[in-house]
T-cell receptor, first 114, second 114 residues
Framework: DTAVSQTPKYLVTQMGNDKSIKCEQN?????MYWYKQDSKKFLKIMFS???????INETVPNRFSPKSPDKAHLNLHINSLELGDSAVYFC?????????????FGPGTRLTVT | AQSVTQPDIHITVSEGASLELRCNYS??????LFWYVQSPGQGLQLLLK??????LVQGIKGFEAEFKRSQSSFNLRKPSVHWSDAAEYFC????????????FGAGTRLAVHP
């Protein structure tokens, strides 16, 4: 059974479109995250939710909006996609929001904006 | 500002040889340190972590890392590399402040020659 899953795995779309990436974890964790990995493999946190509450909100464009319908799901909606949004987006989860808790990563969603 | 530096972008070793991947961090408080591995097309998997105590920590897949506070380093080692170890390796520091925010290094790509 996959612990942290993301859909879709690949997403190709045109500039200006709106798209969503879904993430689900079956680990019973309280905290979930979105990371962006750029073309140089650099990983940077975007958002984090703890028990459906936003706790980390890095400096990302307003076009990115996370939504957590319940503790097991954290979706990422992107409006008006731009070329620079092309990246691999990783979802992760941890047992709780303290820094001693290991983060478990999903397989990633490769977004290509043309 | 907090940062993680991995000085080596690419490393190539022969199968069976020993390996050391370097990681230096800049962080004022007690660091929580992690090493993750990313195989091609996969998400990140935790190799090992350091919070406190013994400065030599053992991880999965035969990896170990040593925390040296005086050098602000957390280098990853393996005595004998296998071809399956070829991957991207990321060092990360977990920040204090109540939230599980990881700052990643830029990664080191490991290639293994047969």
């Amino acid at each position: 059974d996959t612990a942290v899953s993301q859909t879709p795995k690949y997403l190709v779309t045109q500039m200006g479109n709106d798209k969503s990436i879904k993430c689900e974890q079956n680990l019973g964790h309280d905290t979930m995250y979105w990371y962006k990995q750029d073309s140089k493999k650099f990983l940077k946190i975007m958002f984090s939710y703890n028990n459906k509450e936003l706790i980390i909100n890095e400096t990302v464009p307003n076009r990115f909006s996370p939504k957590s319908p319940d503790k097991a799901h954290l979706n990422l909606h992107i409006n008006s996609l731009e070329l620079g949004d092309s990246a691999v987006y990783f979802c992760a989860s941890s047992q709780d929001s303290g820094r001693r808790y290991e983060q478990y990563f999903g397989p990633g969603t490769r977004l290509t904006v043309t | 500002a907090q940062s993680v530096t991995q000085p080596d972008i690419h490393i190539t070793v022969s199968e069976g040889a020993s390996l050391e991947l370097r990681c230096n961090y800049s962080y004022g408080a007690t660091p929580y340190l992690f090493w993750y591995v990313q195989s091609p097309g996969q998400g990140l998997q935790l190799l090992l972590k350091y919070f406190s105590g013994d400065t030599l920590v053992q991880g999965i897949k035969g990896f170990e890392a040593e925390f040296k506070r005086s050098q602000s380093s957390f280098n990853l080692r393996k005595p004998s590399v296998h071809w399956s170890d070829a991957a991207e390796y990321f060092c990360a520091v977990g920040l204090s402040g109540g939230y599980n925010k990881l700052i990643f290094g830029a990664g080191t790509r490991l290639a293994v020659h047969p």
